[in-house]
T-cell receptor
């Protein structure tokens, strides 16, 4: 079965640079969520979108923004990167009919140097 | 205090053992409950949703007690491939669909 696709899988950036992470949800899933998992920590919710509209917002820094496009894929834009932004970034998707069951992509490992 | 609390472990058990994980959550408005499994440096994978009536999937049994705000997972006849971190996850409180993760319990099944 098709899963959530994330790209790139690994990204190395320097401080103050920008990064764009992409997420392609499972086909026919209309809701996308972004989570950040720091080393040795549990995933923390950042932001979510339903039908291209922001549906919820968590502990996302103002330096980050995200959107969902007409084909339901989503992008997380990160600017003025800091060392503390180094983490695994997971995208998850769900279907409105099973709104609480979220399926995660393989993640993007971001390293800021 | 974290919204979802778990014993971090590690739990070291021999193959074939039965192991139980417990979890408590603080938001009584939570509407959905899950166990996810996460292997090192990989994504969380949905193991099972948890319902008040309890549910079973092969060697795995999950229970939810809403009154006590307590969730459990039982693994019977544990196998080497069960070694992973088990995450208790709660979601859907209020108007949000976001998931709140526990810190996870590390399980190591020994041959």
């Amino acid at each position: 079965a098709a899963g959530v696709i994330q790209s790139p899988r690994h990204l190395i950036k320097e401080k103050r640079e920008t990064a764009t992470l992409k997420c392609y949800p499972i086909p026919r899933h209309d809701t996308v969520y972004w989570y950040q998992q720091g080393p040795g920590q549990d995933p923390q919710f950042l932001i979510s979108f339903y039908e291209k509209m922001q549906s919820d917002k968590g502990s996302i820094p103002d330096r980050f923004s995200a959107q969902q496009f007409s084909d339901y894929h989503s992008e997380l834009n990160m600017s003025s990167l800091e060392l503390g932004d180094s983490a695994l970034y997971f995208c998850a998707s769900s279907s409105y009919g099973q709104v609480y069951e979220q399926y995660f992509g393989p993640g993007t490992r971001l390293t800021v140097t | 205090r974290k919204e979802v609390e778990q014993d971090p472990g590690p739990f070291n058990v021999p193959e074939g053992a039965t192991v139980a994980f417990n979890c408590t959550y603080s938001n009584s408005a939570s509407q959905s409950f899950f166990w996810y499994r996460q292997d090192c440096r990989k994504e969380p994978k949905l193991l099972m949703s948890v319902y008040s009536s309890g549910n079973e999937d092969g060697r795995f049994t999950a229970q939810l007690n809403r009154a006590s705000q307590y969730i459990s997972l039982l693994i019977r006849d544990s196998k080497l491939s069960d070694s992973a971190t088990y995450l208790c996850v709660v979601g859907g409180g209020g108007a949000t669909n976001k998931l709140i993760f526990g810190t996870g319990t590390l399980l190591a099944v020994q041959p």
